[in-house]
């Protein structure tokens, strides 16, 4: 895991932690690789063994029992209930709104939580920086119930608006989502390496509703390219527990590729 180290832990793991807490026993997720996988899998191993995970490599309630190296490492596929045909996990689980929570990165987010995965720069044939693109993560945007991102904060990722829309977040503002059709709920947690942003009821403008200990409402609005609101009520986010870090290092550390070759 990367990032600054507070208290004994690192910026990841209470990011990953964070996450983790936001899943319920039960809910179906559609998991990412990175922070995305090691939150969901935090969360089975913990609070909620029969969280769902869907990897979009078409395998259905995957149990690993490390952290995958990709949605094709081979653990996915032993430990799943079901595994289907990626159309299949498209069409007939994410289109129709089966999924509760989908995971996102981003490399650009706006204060509408759009989201650019696409291109650095103004112009789109020749972008200052070509990124890999939209992958599945439209669909994810669109259709899952609700959306956690996970995306550490700064300037060059804070943006008043992205370069390019990969991923809907609220569009322009209140109505957008309705006005295109997309019948999930949009994002609904930001979560950074400094706290989580919410979109407000109203506005659909994204707003700082917690905090990490020891961080600053000063250094948040710092690296936020926009003027950032804060919540009158604004919140701190518990450190990791033992037992939560015992666990996400264990996942870690049982990953083959520390003994021996990848698989």
């Given at each position: 895991m990367t990032g600054g180290t507070r208290d004994g832990y690192g910026a990841d793991e209470i990011m990953t932690a964070t996450a983790a807490r936001a899943l319920l026993e039960g809910m179906t997720c559609f998991v990412g690789i990175g922070l995305p996988s090691a939150a969901?899998?935090?969360a089975r191993a913990t609070h909620a063994p029969n969280l769902v995970l869907i990897y979009e490599s078409g395998t259905i309630g995957a149990k690993p029992g490390w952290l995958p190296l990709s949605i094709g490492d081979g653990v996915l596929a032993e430990t799943a209930d079901t595994v289907v045909s990626v159309p299949e996990i498209f069409n007939y689980w994410l289109q129709p709104g089966r999924i509760d929570i989908g995971f996102l990165g981003a490399a650009q987010i706006d204060r509408f939580g759009n989201i650019n995965t696409t291109v650095i720069g103004a112009d789109y044939a020749e972008p200052k920086v070509r990124l890999p693109g939209a992958?599945?993560?439209p669909?994810?945007?669109?259709?899952c119930r609700e959306v956690i991102?996970?995306?550490r904060q700064n300037r060059r990722t804070f943006l008043e608006r992205v370069d390019f829309v990969t991923s809907l977040g609220f569009g322009d503002g209140p109505g957008s989502r309705q006005y295109l059709g997309l019948p999930g709920a949009g994002p609904r947690k930001i979560i950074t390496d400094l706290g989580v942003?919410?979109?407000d009821p109203a506005t659909c403008e994204l707003v700082l509703t917690a905090v990490y200990p020891g961080v600053a409402v000063a250094e948040v609005r710092e690296r936020t390219g926009w003027d950032l609101r804060v919540a009158a009520d604004l919140g701190e986010i518990p450190p990791p527990r033992p037992s939560e870090l015992a666990v996400l290092r264990d996942l870690l550390a049982a990953r083959p590729a520390t003994a021996e070759a990848p698989r």
């Open positions: 969901a899998n935090l992958g599945g993560a669909e994810i945007a669109a259709c991102v996970i995306v942003l919410e979109p």
